[in-house]
């Protein structure tokens, strides 16, 4: 505490480590087994908590008090007692979260992009590969991570942390006279998002609906050769995980907001009723993000611990009003 016991600190830190983690494990299909569940390795989970509240300021008329509290813990995948890596695949078509040592738990897994190819004769001259990628005018330009002089599966590398750098929220409570006002705002800073609707194209040539209208405007056309993002095609290679479905889903909500007014007791004492109170709430009602998506705070898998932080027709958050009043005789 400090100032005269006006200012309250909280701090918690913590170290956890967990073990005989149950996963489901990539075996050779000629096992005649599909993904069985082992006791696959161990995770350490790191952090600290913080609680901060004020002891309500206040005079005759006005009162106010404060709270903050934050957030920060850093996971990762310790031991896995498989000989390769291995994570559950969002269905047979959306790879993109990944166990590994050294990683965070559920990190994004895929390939790096360096642009687009302007022309054909762009395509043809970059490095060799197999199937994975058509070498298009208009394709994604993918980058040789290990240096080998080829773009194949052994490319593939971490492209997102799911897991936020911390989360915050602010708290409030201001009243004067007969007039009090509740403010609660949450916050989410530093963690990635797998966008799947982020694609012009999905996988077996089914042509998107509803697609973002920046990356239609913005895709690759004979007239617009230096474009950010690629063709609209269904031999596109938009099927592969790569960092432009990577976004950053940091953001600052408005949660709830209540605005109330106590009639006063004097005008109430000839009715014989203790309490009136009229209030108007919102919730949900601005959020303040770079998210191009309908919702920052999304997790389309819902409790999986391995697929977190992935927005695939993730529905809109919706904002709700209300106006009431409570009685008391």
Do not use: C
């Not at 008090?65 to 078509?93: K, T």
């Not at 992935?310 to 529905?315: A, I, T």
Request: hydrophobic share 35%; no cysteine; charged share 20%.
């Amino acid at each position: 505490t400090f100032l005269e016991a006006r200012i309250n600190l909280t701090f918690d830190y913590y170290v956890r480590t967990t073990s005989d983690l149950l996963l489901a494990v990539n075996i050779p299909p000629s096992s005649g087994f599909d993904r069985p569940i082992f006791n696959e390795g161990e995770i350490e989970n790191r952090g600290i908590e913080i609680a901060l509240n004020t002891v309500p300021i206040e005079n005759d008329n006005f009162q106010w008090n404060l709270g903050f509290n934050l957030s920060r813990n850093r996971n990762e995948v310790l031991r896995i007692l498989s000989d390769r890596d291995f994570g559950p695949p969002l269905d047979a078509v959306f790879t993109g979260s990944v166990i590994q040592e050294g990683s965070p738990l559920g990190a994004f897994f895929g390939y790096q992009t360096n642009g687009v190819y302007a022309t054909q004769e762009e395509a043809d001259a970059d490095l060799p590969n197999g199937t994975l990628f058509p070498k298009e005018a208009g394709e994604y330009r993918y980058v040789d991570v290990n240096g080998d002089g080829e773009l194949n599966e052994d490319d593939r590398t971490i492209i997102g942390d799911p897991n936020p750098d911390f989360i915050y929220g602010i708290t409030s409570t201001f009243k004067y006279k007969n007039f009090s006002l509740d403010v609660a705002f949450q916050g989410v800073q530093g963690n990635d998002i797998f966008w799947t609707n982020a694609r012009l194209i999905y996988p077996g040539g089914v042509d998107a609906r509803g697609v973002h209208q920046d990356r239609f405007d913005n895709r690759w056309t004979p007239e617009n050769p230096n474009a950010e993002y690629p063709r609209f095609n269904i031999n596109s290679d938009e099927n592969i995980v790569n960092d432009r479905l990577i976004f950053d889903g940091s953001f600052l909500r408005l949660r709830n907001i209540v605005l109330a007014y106590d009639i006063p007791s004097t005008l109430l004492e000839k009715i014989k009723i203790q309490r009136l109170r009229v209030y108007a709430s919102a919730t949900n009602l601005l959020t303040f993000t770079d998210y191009p998506g309908w919702n920052p705070d999304v997790n389309t898998t819902g409790q999986n611990s391995v697929n977190q932080g992935v927005d695939r027709n993730g529905y809109p958050l919706a904002k709700s009003f209300q106006f009431g009043i409570n009685l008391t005789f």
